[in-house]
């Protein structure tokens, strides 16, 4: 089962949960790099989340086409095909960060595709969608999310929410690094209830605790993983006085009753990136790390055959050389050793589920 159905996507996240690891979600903007996600997951036995933005998904379709909805279901669409070659994994299909001008374009009518999908026997493209509504009044990103999380459980998929604002920039979206990115006990609780937990429909929730997007030197990002704990502590309290309501089934682990997202976690400390998993972490976002993986070993095959890649000084070139699967593979290669390193580092290498 390579693609997930949403039954098996839920657990996957059950298990990584109960199991206290995370699973990487890979940003990709390519069936190059589509297939070195793969290739990582199936070296590091685990399973794990593809995922296009966007931008992403815009640049899927082609740059003169440039529409969302078309580059993400046929991102999903290939994706199924080749990862039918990697029968001992499950990957999960989710779109990345829709703000809300992007709504109307991109994550609404995946959902209502997926639904009718759903309606006629079938399995949604996507196993998750996530609404970015980190850029509006909180009152508002929940009463979207609410919108959202009603569609998403016709659709059969899971809704990932962000909760105050992560630094630095993405697909064009950028904020400012600042005390925003600090979300709070009190913003937890008026998650919990405005959207229940779990009795109308799951989700996950990435709530800020400092994370920023993009690369930056040592010092500049303050995490603040421990936020996160405070942040479980305040719902859970609340529903031991009986504030919150006690729902049937409701996965709560170590009296935490939200699971959670790592956005922004380029350059974070092993130990930042442990104490987030173990207040809740299921998921973890990783793109410029990846990204960069995949585009230095690029820059190092075209420095190394520098005289075989162009026709210096009148000459022939090397077309092995310039063949995009010359330096292709080598950045292919690159891209799954980072994933591995990825798998690795949150402790989802080695347990794919079988």
């Given at each position: 089962m ?25 940003n ?18 685990s ?7 966007v ?7 082609g ?15 290939f994706a ?22 992007y709504?109307d374009d991109?994550?609404r ?15 949604p493209?996507?196993?998750s ?8 009044p ?13 569609k998403?459980?016709?659709a059969h ?11 630095g ?12 990115l ?16 779990g ?15 993009g ?11 421990e ?30 009753p939200?699971e959670?997202?790592f ?6 400390t ?18 410029t790390?990846?990204q ?9 095959h ?5 005289d ?7 000459e ?9 699967r ?5 950045a ?14 949150l ?8």
């Amino acid at each position: 089962m390579p693609i997930a159905t949403p039954e098996r996507y839920e657990a996957m996240l059950d298990a990584a949960r109960a199991g206290g690891y995370a699973f990487p979600a890979i940003n990709v903007t390519s069936t190059q790099t589509l297939n070195a996600a793969l290739q990582g997951f199936a070296d590091a036995e685990s399973d794990g989340i593809i995922q296009v933005s966007v931008g992403g998904s815009a640049y899927f379709s082609g740059q003169r086409v440039a529409d969302r909805v078309t580059g993400s279901l046929a991102f999903a669409a290939f994706a199924r095909e080749v990862a039918r070659k990697y029968p001992n994994i499950t990957v999960a299909l989710h779109t990345d960060h829709c703000a809300k001008q992007y709504l109307d374009d991109w994550v609404r009518p995946l959902l209502d595709i997926e639904a009718d999908q759903v309606a006629h026997g079938q399995e949604p493209a996507f196993q998750s969608h996530m609404w970015d509504g980190s850029t509006v009044p909180l009152a508002e990103n929940l009463k979207i999310a609410r919108e959202l999380l009603e569609k998403s459980q016709k659709a059969h998929t899971i809704l990932e929410i962000e909760i105050g604002a992560v630094g630095g920039e993405e697909d064009g979206h950028s904020a400012a690094i600042n005390d925003k990115l600090y979300s709070t006990p009190e913003d937890g609780l008026r998650v919990a209830r405005a959207l229940g937990l779990g009795e109308r429909g799951r989700y996950t929730a990435a709530f800020t605790f400092g994370n920023v997007h993009g690369a930056y030197k040592p010092g500049v990002v303050k995490l603040r993983p421990e936020l996160l704990g405070e942040i479980q502590s305040a719902v859970w309290e609340e529903i031991e006085r009986g504030e919150l309501p006690r729902v049937p089934g409701m996965k709560v682990l170590n009296g935490e009753p939200f699971e959670l997202v790592f956005h922004g976690g380029s350059g974070s400390t092993p130990a930042e990136i442990a104490e987030a998993v173990a207040h809740g972490v299921v998921k973890m976002n990783i793109d410029t790390d990846t990204q960069y993986a995949f585009t230095r070993a690029i820059a190092n095959h075209m420095f190394k055959h520098y005289d075989e890649v162009l026709k210096v000084d009148g000459e022939v070139g090397n077309k092995k050389m310039y063949d995009p699967r010359s330096w292709g593979r080598e950045a292919e290669d690159a891209m799954a050793a980072r994933v591995v390193e990825a798998c690795k580092q949150l402790g989802s290498a080695g347990r794919a589920m079988h």
